[in-house]
């Protein structure tokens, strides 16, 4: 099937609604995406989270797919398990032999900080599944806690903003590029905004003989302060800021997705977030400085391992 | 136990409910009579309906669970007032205080017969003029102390200072207690009071679906096997505002339909045909996307007045 909207509107919504996400948050948009991509049967694993405890509060589900929670840190474990199950009883002759897709999901909490481990276990046995990382840079689920998505400069509960402390004071971590580092065959960076572009790497991703890892942005209106209908808007913002670049590595070579024509100043990210107003402070104009300093760097960076077509 | 007050908060996350519980209940701390303040949601997020409770008393209170059998309910947000069973409860000899632009005489009409006497108040409008934003809970709390001294006035003042003191600015904490004063004089009663009739509304079907089945109802282990049997629960009733579509220039992109949160938009062999209210949280992010701009996001309260 083409990726074209009207065509894939004829193709079942496999994310029912009714499920208890904030309105207008971003996570439910990229799932729903992810599972219109997929043509094949599909099976998922869900890390705990927003989206977890949005889509099953006891005794609903809103998937239209099997699927499995078992605990915060684990999906990329226990989607491994499944996977395997699966081609045990294939080769059993138990389950027909057709392909199915393995998704797991997980927060930036559970990617980033609690979940590493076992999803550096899973990508390095070699799973054939997907990890995709709703990244909305912070502990939503549990009422705002900073991680270590939260990008320097970023308000959280446990980054407060007060007279000595503006806010995050650590970057952020570049967990795309550890994956990579796994010498995994697809792993990239995509918004919900991208829907195209998000659609394609997930067939990419799922396509490929072997794990795969997609780190999404997904705006957040409780933890980043914005307006409920700028979830979308903010994802494209991202990329024009160059805060969330698009791009792909496949088999180890580096390919931008996406250029912006006009790379917007980051003041214009911290102008859109009350999670970033107190970087407007005049006192605090000098972190602002920096934080451009910063993205600039690693846009370069991420420009010449594109033009290299690997890590630099 | 003899005079006991139970208070049931209704409202939605960010409205501050659960902060309406605590004020009243550091405001009796401060009196030296007991109280305890709980407040009460579950898997749902902002914009979802939240209950919170207060009780009051003079002597130590021994149980700790939700309140079925107010004596006062406060409604924090007007789109709630057709909620299934809202009212149950309600002693006949209960107060209901509304946060609304209509009147108490149109509350009435709205919630049909059901115990208790109707007041109204619009807090909103009091807290945008003295806070510069619609949080209704103080001007509320004010209006409550007026039907019922509950506890002084001079001590829920108190407690609001030493809640935002620090936490918020000195201007937005003098406006909250000018809010306070205002809440307590703009208060309306009913015309006719409707003293005493014990009766409410019985939950629809669907509130009754929605509650948690029995453990014996239960398949082993808890699994789940009706794929997607959340579209039973309906989070339409989270909306402020209303996405309406313009049909004559739509011109059936999908935009709308890619970007929703929330599954609503259906669409019929390639053409968008109908929005699902009984879902649409009001996000507004179809009306933001829409690229020739024909969603319009409308008040729900223009639709509950007709």
Request: charged share 20%.
């Amino acid at each position: 099937m083409p990726l074209n909207l009207r065509e894939l509107s004829a193709k079942e919504d496999l994310l029912a609604p009714g499920h208890r996400l904030c309105a207008g948050c971003t996570e439910s948009i990229v799932v729903r995406q992810v599972l219109l991509a997929i043509q094949e049967p599909v099976v998922v694993a869900c890390a705990t989270g927003c989206l977890e405890i949005g889509t099953s509060p006891f005794p609903f589900t809103s998937w239209r797919v099997p699927w499995i929670h078992v605990a915060f840190e684990n999906a990329a474990a226990v989607i491994s398990g499944v996977e395997t199950a699966q081609r045990s009883l294939v080769r059993q002759g138990k389950l027909p032999d057709r392909p199915v897709r393995f998704l797991a999901f997980g927060g930036d909490g559970a990617t980033y900080d609690i979940g590493l481990q076992w999803l550096s276990g899973a990508l390095e046995r070699g799973h054939h599944f997907t990890y995709i990382c709703l990244n909305n840079e912070a502990y939503m689920n549990t009422g705002i806690q900073r991680s270590s998505a939260t990008p320097r400069g970023g308000w959280t509960t446990t980054s407060p903003v007060g007279k000595v402390i503006p806010g995050k004071r650590e970057p952020r971590k570049d967990i795309t590029a550890i994956m990579a580092a796994h010498n995994i065959p697809y792993v990239a960076q995509a918004t919900p905004h991208g829907w195209k572009d998000l659609m394609t790497k997930v067939r990419k991703a799922v396509a490929v003989d072997g794990p795969s890892f997609i780190n999404v942005l997904s705006p957040c209106t409780r933890g980043w302060r914005h307006e409920l209908d700028e979830g979308i808007e903010l994802s494209k913002l991202a990329v024009d800021t160059c805060i969330w670049p698009l791009f792909e590595v496949e088999s180890g070579v580096w390919k931008l997705s996406h250029r912006p024509s006009r790379k917007k100043p980051i003041l214009e990210w911290i102008k859109s977030q009350g999670r970033f107003s107190h970087l407007l402070r005049p006192e605090n104009q000098h972190l602002v400085e920096e934080l451009q300093v910063e993205v600039d760097h690693d846009w370069e960076k991420l420009l010449r391992r594109c033009d290299a077509g690997g890590p630099l | 136990m003899e005079g006991m007050v139970e208070i049931r908060w209704h409202g939605r996350g960010g409205q501050g409910v659960v902060t309406a519980s605590e004020l009243l209940a550091e405001a009796a701390l401060l009196e030296g009579k007991f109280f305890q303040a709980l407040p009460e949601f579950g898997a749902e997020r902002s914009g979802a309906p939240i209950r919170a409770y207060t009780r009051l008393g003079p002597e130590p209170i021994q149980i700790h669970y939700a309140i079925a059998e107010p004596d006062v309910l406060v409604i924090l947000d007007p789109t709630l007032l057709d909620t299934p069973g809202l009212t149950q409860g309600l002693k006949p000899e209960g107060l209901i205080l509304v946060n609304t632009t209509a009147s108490p005489d149109q509350v009435r009409s709205l919630l049909g017969a059901t115990a208790g006497a109707v007041y109204t108040l619009d807090a909103s409008a009091i807290a945008q003029r003295a806070i510069g934003r619609p949080i209704p809970n103080v001007p509320l709390l004010g209006a409550l102390l007026t039907l019922l001294p509950l506890v002084a006035l001079p001590s829920l003042r108190e407690s609001i200072q030493r809640r935002l003191q620090g936490r918020l600015s000195p201007a937005v904490v003098e406006g909250n207690l000018r809010a306070l004063e205002e809440g307590a004089q703009a208060v309306r009663r009913e015309q006719s009071p409707h003293n005493g009739i014990p009766s409410f509304r019985e939950p629809s079907p669907a509130a009754v679906a929605q509650a948690a089945p029995v453990w014996s109802a239960l398949d082993p282990g808890g699994v789940i096997l009706r794929p997607g049997s959340s579209i039973d629960y309906e989070t339409g009733s989270w909306r402020s505002e209303r996405p309406v579509i313009n049909w004559d220039r739509c011109t059936h992109c999908m935009l709308c339909w890619v970007y929703c949160p929330d599954s609503c938009f259906s669409v019929q062999g390639q053409r968008l045909v109908d929005l699902d209210y009984t879902h649409c949280k009001g996000c507004g992010i179809c009306a933001n996307q829409c690229p020739p701009k024909c969603i319009e996001m409308v008040p729900e309260l223009v639709f509950q007045e007709g």
